[in-house]
């Protein structure tokens, strides 16, 4: 028999005669990967009975029974994933074979997995403070590696021990920001997959940390209420990456959609005369490649001017300039109205005069300084195109400005520190302090209280969206407001000029700006593809080709080039049938 099916390392037996139709989807389009129809597997053969045999057969309600399976076909493996059991009678039961990312879509869906409820490890560090001050928030917090207790044995997650500010609560406080890149590695350990060495891996994207009010020793405390499935497609769409996994070897890359296709050789085919095209009106398939992207910040009250509305946006008075040098050469020489009145453009930045207060003693003061502002606004590619939103995005920060008294003098600190409105991952925030702001005191409230009922307990909801940060590795001066000297701390920031204090030592330059930026690296570079689909016309053709092509190539047809969406291919009890289904969009 040229088809073997294998659940759980156990050879079944499909029926004789059926078709299998297995399909291979294209992850650049579809995000997923190979699956097929319904597979009748008959309980009137032994071996079946026997696999099935402790299977209730008469029971009515929903079953979700997962097996690891392998589907080899003239002894090559076509499929090693998971097999989804989808009913089940007297003669006969029936699995769905999944591999690839659409397994990853199959324990998303009906497994119910939450990268959130993973074990991610549990780590118990020592914090070193550094020589300096002798103050809190002047040191330096050093991870002794060498004391760290890490319970999970699928690697370990770097972090970093900074400071946060809860708007909820009204108070900052230390928490440890997790790696994201290195959360991803162990979610995918997690799922069976090991991720492959990308550029994710290099400088600035594997210094990206996810942004927590809430202080905890798990990161996956830290992340949303997403299924993996959620997540890959909200770092597909921030990263402008496709994820391809290697069924066989166990290994996920992270891919450029830049690079995607011009890094594979090309499938030339002969089609038959039989063909179909689908046509839409509007296109409705979305693409990060060609989608108009935005931001879904958070409702932080320091987002204030990173992000402006769309009616300013569109209808503020702007000076137009070549290069951001040359809009601050013109504010500079402009009058004090005129600074606040304009916005200075350039290619890569938008400045404006913008009212800052400061501390003078005991008195608040304000200046007017060159701002720049909406750094984070969206990536427009076409006016009336589709409209795709990240949920993982910059989160906001604020300026937390403290008085301190070291060795008997009083000194004003500034800091820029992430902001959080609604402190992702957290549970009850009794964890974190509760206050009761009534009277204009702050008092928190007492245990008995909460017991007795007299006080409640709000649970809060998780934000659907994860707010990430850059933590480059080297620590930054920081200074004091009235004084000579300065102090150290990792710098958290978004963008390498946005909310910076003049007198600090500036951070890499690095962005998440979508838009061009001045920066060295920034997010839309990841953007820019230079080439797209006509995604308004899906041709339908059958070609005869021995074996099964490889989708995520490019197909000639004709001598024009084309994007394959997905492969349909018929397995029969002699093997892979000649005659393949591909559906297609033109490269334009």
Same mark, same amino acid.
């Given at each position: 028999?040229?088809?073997?099916?294998?659940?759980d390392?156990?050879?079944?037996?499909?029926?004789?005669?059926?078709?299998?139709?297995?399909?291979?989807?294209?992850?650049?389009?579809?995000?997923?990967?190979?699956?097929?129809?319904?597979?009748?597997?008959?309980?009137?053969?032994?071996?079946?009975?026997?696999?099935?045999?402790?299977?209730?057969?008469?029971?009515?309600?929903?079953?979700?029974?997962?097996?690891?399976?392998?589907?080899?076909?003239?002894?090559?493996?076509?499929?090693?994933?998971?097999?989804?059991?989808?009913?089940?009678?007297?003669?006969?039961?029936?699995?769905?074979?999944?591999?690839?990312?659409?397994?990853?879509?199959?324990?998303?869906?009906?497994?119910?997995?939450?990268?959130?409820?993973?074990?991610?490890?549990?780590?118990?560090?020592?914090?070193?403070?550094?020589?300096?001050?002798?103050?809190?928030?002047?040191?330096?917090?050093?991870?002794?590696?060498?004391?760290?207790?890490?319970?999970?044995?699928?690697?370990?997650?770097?972090?970093?021990?900074?400071?946060?500010?809860?708007?909820?609560?009204?108070?900052?406080?230390?928490?440890?920001?997790?790696?994201?890149?290195?959360?991803?590695?162990?979610?995918? +350990? #997690? $799922?069976?997959? *090991? %991720?492959?060495?990308? @550029?994710?891996?290099?400088?600035?994207? /594997?210094? =990206?940390?996810?942004?927590?009010?809430?202080?905890?020793?798990?990161?996956?405390?830290?992340?949303?209420?997403?299924?993996? +499935? #959620? $997540?890959?497609? *909200? %770092?597909?769409?921030? @990263?402008?990456?496709?994820f391809?996994? /290697?069924? =066989?070897n166990?290994?996920?890359?992270?891919?450029?959609?830049?690079?995607?296709?011009?890094?594979?050789?090309?499938?030339?085919?002969?089609?038959?005369? *039989?063909?179909?095209?689908?046509?839409?009106?509007?296109?409705?398939?979305?693409?990060?490649?060609?989608?108009?992207?935005?931001?879904?910040?958070?409702?932080?009250?320091?987002?204030?001017?990173?992000?402006?509305?769309?009616?300013v946006?569109?209808?503020?008075?702007?000076?137009?300039?070549?290069?951001?040098?040359?809009?601050?050469?013109?504010?500079?020489?402009?009058?004090?109205?005129?600074?606040?009145k304009?916005?200075?453009?350039?290619?890569?930045?938008?400045?404006?005069?913008?009212?800052?207060e400061?501390?003078?003693?005991?008195?608040?003061?304000?200046?007017?300084?060159?701002?720049?502002?909406?750094?984070?606004?969206?990536?427009?590619?076409?006016?009336?195109?589709?409209?795709?939103?990240?949920?993982?995005?910059?989160?906001?920060?604020?300026?937390?400005?403290?008085?301190?008294?070291?060795?008997?003098?009083?000194?004003?600190?500034?800091?820029?520190v992430?902001?959080?409105?609604?402190?992702?991952?957290?549970?009850?925030v009794?964890?974190?302090?509760?206050?009761?702001?009534?009277?204009?005191?702050?008092?928190?409230?007492?245990?008995?209280?909460?017991?007795?009922?007299?006080?409640?307990?709000e649970?809060?909801?998780k934000?659907?969206?994860?707010q990430i940060?850059?933590?480059?590795?080297?620590?930054?001066?920081?200074?004091?407001?009235?004084?000579?000297?300065?102090?150290?701390a990792?710098?958290?920031?978004?963008?390498?000029?946005?909310?910076?204090?003049?007198?600090?030592?500036?951070?890499?330059?690095?962005?998440?700006?979508?838009?061009?930026?001045?920066?060295?690296?920034?997010?839309?570079?990841?953007?820019?593809?230079?080439?797209?689909?006509?995604?308004?016309?899906?041709?339908?053709?059958?070609?005869?080709?021995?074996?099964?092509?490889?989708?995520?190539?490019?197909?000639?047809?004709?001598?024009?080039?084309?994007?394959?969406?997905?492969?349909?291919?018929?397995?029969?009890?002699?093997?892979?049938?000649?005659?393949?289904?591909?559906?297609?969009?033109?490269?334009?």
């Open positions: 028999m040229a088809t073997v099916l294998f659940l390392g156990i050879q079944v037996y499909p029926s004789s005669g059926q078709n299998i139709k297995l399909t291979r989807e294209n992850p650049y389009f579809t995000q997923s990967d190979s699956y097929t129809l319904d597979v009748t597997i008959p309980l009137d053969i032994l071996e079946n009975m026997r696999f099935f045999g402790n299977i209730n057969r008469v029971e009515k309600k929903k079953i979700v029974k997962k097996f690891q399976c392998k589907l080899i076909v003239n002894n090559r493996i076509l499929l090693d994933g998971s097999a989804k059991m989808v009913q089940i009678t007297e003669k006969e039961v029936k699995v769905q074979l999944l591999g690839g990312n659409s397994e990853i879509n199959f324990l998303s869906e009906d497994s119910k997995v939450y990268i959130d409820e993973m074990d991610l490890g549990f780590a118990g560090v020592d914090l070193t403070e550094s020589a300096g001050w002798g103050t809190a928030n002047s040191q330096i917090f050093v991870i002794d590696w060498s004391k760290v207790i890490w319970t999970c044995t699928r690697g370990y997650v770097r972090f970093v021990p900074k400071e946060v500010y809860d708007e909820t609560l009204g108070w900052s406080h230390i928490a440890f920001h997790y790696n994201l890149i290195d959360m991803l590695r162990t979610i995918f +350990k #997690n $799922l069976g997959y *090991e %991720l492959g060495a990308s @550029f994710l891996d290099q400088d600035p994207w /594997d210094k =990206l940390y996810v942004a927590t009010a809430n202080y905890t020793n798990h990161p996956s405390h830290t992340l949303p209420h997403w299924t993996p +499935k #959620n $997540l890959l497609d *909200e %770092l597909k769409k921030l @990263f402008n990456i496709t391809v996994f /290697d069924q =066989l166990k290994k996920v890359t992270a891919v450029a959609n830049s690079t995607f296709f011009s890094e594979l050789p090309v499938n030339s085919i002969e089609v038959t005369d *039989e063909f179909s095209v689908e046509m839409s009106e509007e296109n409705s398939s979305q693409s990060v490649s060609s989608d108009n992207l935005s931001y879904d910040m958070s409702d932080s009250s320091h987002h204030d001017y990173d992000v402006i509305d769309d009616n946006r569109n209808n503020a008075p702007k000076k137009e300039f070549q290069t951001s040098t040359q809009a601050r050469t013109a504010y500079n020489a402009a009058t004090e109205d005129e600074k606040k304009n916005i200075y453009c350039s290619p890569t930045s938008k400045m404006t005069g913008w009212i800052n400061y501390k003078d003693g005991e008195a608040i003061k304000e200046r007017l300084e060159l701002t720049q502002i909406d750094v984070f606004s969206p990536l427009v590619r076409e006016e009336k195109g589709n409209k795709m939103a990240l949920k993982i995005c910059p989160v906001a920060i604020g300026k937390w400005v403290e008085e301190e008294e070291i060795y008997g003098r009083k000194h004003i600190v500034e800091y820029r992430p902001s959080l409105s609604c402190p992702t991952g957290s549970d009850n009794v964890k974190h302090g509760l206050e009761n702001t009534s009277g204009g005191g702050t008092e928190q409230y007492t245990i008995q209280e909460y017991i007795q009922g007299e006080e409640s307990i649970k809060q909801e934000e659907d969206r994860m940060m850059f933590i480059p590795n080297t620590p930054k001066s920081v200074p004091w407001k009235i004084s000579y000297t300065k102090a150290m990792y710098p958290a920031f978004t963008d390498y000029l946005l909310k910076k204090d003049d007198n600090a030592e500036q951070p890499p330059m690095w962005s998440l700006s979508l838009n061009p930026s001045d920066a060295k690296y920034y997010i839309g570079q990841l953007h820019n593809n230079g080439f797209s689909f006509n995604m308004k016309a899906k041709y339908c053709v059958k070609f005869a080709y021995k074996g099964i092509p490889d989708a995520k190539r490019i197909f000639v047809i004709r001598n024009k080039r084309y994007g394959c969406e997905k492969i349909e291919v018929n397995i029969t009890d002699e093997g892979v049938a000649d005659i393949k289904t591909a559906y297609l969009y033109e490269l334009s």
